[in-house]
C-alpha cells in the first residue's frame, strides 16, 4: 500500500538557518508526491509536487524536494528559514486511484 | 485564494443528526475530492467525484455520502452524527482526475458533533 511517514511532528528553526522536514514514502512503483501546507485557519496550499520528471523540484517560497528512489525519501528543504514559514507541512503520494495519502504533518516554528 | 469555497464555515449538530457540507469548485474543474481532518492529524481521503459519478472511496462507512451537480459542485453528506465525525471537512477540486493533478483546498468546515 502507498504510504508517507513524515519523520517529525516538529521541528524548530531559528529565523535565517535553513529548513529540513523529513518524509519518507511507501510505494510498489514510481509514485505522484507532493508538499502541502497549511497555515492556521487557511486551506491547503501546494508547495510543489514530483511527477517522475526531474528529481530536484523547486516550489515557491523558495521551497525544494529531493526524490530518492534508492531512499524513498522526498525531503522538503529551505535555505534561510522567514517567519512566514511557520505552519503545518504535509508530505502527500498520490496512488493512481487518487486516494491521496497524507502523512501525519510537521509543525515548523520559527524563532525570532 | 485557491476559488473553492465551502460552507457552512463551521457548524455544530448532536449526535444522531444528519449533516451536509457544500463545495463550490474553482471553475474549469470537474473533480472534487473530500477529506476529514481530525485535530492533530493528516487530512484523509473520504471519496472523489468526477463528472457526476464517483471516482473512488477510501476507508469512510457507507452513512458518508456524496453528490456531484452538473456544475460539478459537491455535496458530502454524513448520517447519523457521531462524535468520532467531529473534524474540519476539506474539499479539493483539480481540473481532471488525474494521478499528477494538483488539488486545490477549500477552507474547510469544521464540524462539532455534541
Known amino acids: 500500500a502507498q504510504s508517507v511517514t513524515q519523520l517529525d511532528s516538529h521541528v524548530s528553526v531559528s529565523e535565517g538557518t535553513p529548513v529540513l522536514l523529513r518524509c519518507n514514502y511507501s510505494s510498489s512503483y514510481s509514485p505522484s508526491l507532493f508538499w502541502y501546507v497549511q497555515h492556521p485557519n487557511k486551506g491547503l496550499q501546494l508547495l510543489l509536487k514530483?511527477?517522475?520528471?526531474?528529481?530536484l523540484v523547486k516550489g515557491i517560497n523558495g521551497f525544494e524536494a529531493e526524490f530518492k528512489k534508492s531512499e524513498t525519501s522526498f525531503h522538503l528543504t529551505k535555505p534561510s528559514a522567514h517567519m512566514s514559514d511557520a505552519a503545518e507541512y504535509f508530505c502527500?503520494?498520490?496512488?493512481?486511484?487518487?486516494?491521496?495519502?497524507f502523512g501525519a504533518g510537521t509543525r515548523l516554528t520559527v524563532k525570532p | 485564494e485557491t476559488g473553492v469555497t465551502q460552507s457552512p464555515t463551521h457548524l455544530i449538530k448532536t449526535r444522531g443528526q444528519q449533516v451536509t457540507l457544500r463545495c463550490s469548485s474553482q471553475?474549469?474543474?470537474?473533480?472534487v475530492s473530500w477529506y476529514q481532518q481530525a485535530l492533530g492529524q493528516g487530512p484523509q481521503f473520504i471519496f472523489q467525484?468526477?463528472?457526476?459519478?464517483?471516482?473512488g472511496r477510501g476507508n469512510f462507512p457507507p452513512r458518508f455520502s456524496g453528490l456531484q451537480f452538473p456544475n460539478y459542485s459537491s455535496e458530502l453528506n454524513v448520517n447519523a452524527l457521531e462524535l468520532d465525525d467531529s473534524a474540519l471537512y476539506l474539499c479539493a477540486s483539480s481540473f481532471s482526475r488525474g494521478w499528477d493533478t494538483e488539488a486545490f483546498f477549500g477552507q474547510g468546515t469544521r464540524l462539532t458533533v455534541v
Open positions: 467525484y468526477y463528472r457526476e459519478e464517483e471516482n
Open positions: 471553475s474549469g474543474h470537474n473533480t
Open positions: 514530483y511527477t517522475s520528471a526531474a528529481t
Open positions: 502527500v503520494v498520490n496512488p493512481y486511484n487518487n486516494d491521496m495519502r
